[in-house]
């Protein structure tokens, strides 16, 4: 098998790494040979000690954190957890929204029969919040494009939410209609905004990735 490429690296040292990863890429390794180039790997080929923090959807493209040993991956996943760590995604959507701004308040749970698909379940799903912010209108196309924070990190949550709403994101081949699919070749999601406290030395850090569509 071919060697994999290099990964884009934002930022390495002793304690993390924030890396892009493109849309069609598994975040971790996956089933068969195929499964064996994915992100984790191409990081780890650089530097060996590179542990998963968080991950990203195959069709989503952007950001990910990696933490370098042990005591900086549990002090980055208590980060998370806590909802220390900040997010932010860019999506194009179909349709218009109602407003400038609001929030998407829907719990989430799995679609079991449909696996991996995930649904809204209002009687058994954990809570799930989605926060949204306009930031332009194709008239033209009958599009959105929307800042997105999701608060809590559930699978799929913005996708789920976002259909949930009645505006599915562009490209999604899991949940969006036949028509609202075709309008991309990809998802058109992208992990823009990272930002957390450093695992050792708790200084801010902030990277930003302007979505390639």
């Keep these: ?25 598994l975040s971790v390794p996956g089933r068969g040979e195929h499964g064996r180039n994915c992100l984790a790997a191409r990081v780890q080929a650089v530097h060996a000690d590179a542990l998963v923090v ?8 952007g950001l990910m954190l990696f933490a370098r040993g042990l005591e900086a991956q549990r ?22 929204l109602p407003a400038e701004a609001g929030e998407i308040d829907l719990p989430l749970g799995a679609d079991w029969p449909n696996r991996p698909r995930q649904q ?25 494009r929307l800042e997105l924070e999701p608060v809590t990190g559930r699978a799929h949550q913005l996708r789920v939410h976002l259909l949930a709403i009645g505006h599915p994101i562009l490209g999604d081949a899991l949940y969006a209609p036949p028509e ?10 992208h992990a823009s905004r990272l930002g957390f406290a450093h695992p050792a030395s708790g200084a801010p850090l902030q990277f930003e990735s302007a979505p390639p569509f």
């Design 54 to 61: 968080h991950r990203l959807d195959m069709a989503t493209s």
């Design 120 to 144: 809204v379940d209002r009687a058994h799903g954990k809570p799930a919040l989605t926060r949204w912010r306009v930031l332009g209108v194709d008239a033209a196309r009958a599009t959105t």
């Design 180 to 189: 609202v699919c075709a309008c991309a070749d990809r998802l058109l999601l």
């Design 75 to 96: 002090a980055l996943s208590h980060a998370f957890a806590a909802r220390a760590v900040h997010k932010r995604y860019v999506a194009i959507v179909a349709g218009r």
């Design 1 to 25: 098998m071919a060697a994999a490429p290099a990964p884009d690296l934002l930022h390495a040292d002793a304690h993390c790494i924030v890396a892009l990863k493109d849309s069609g890429l």
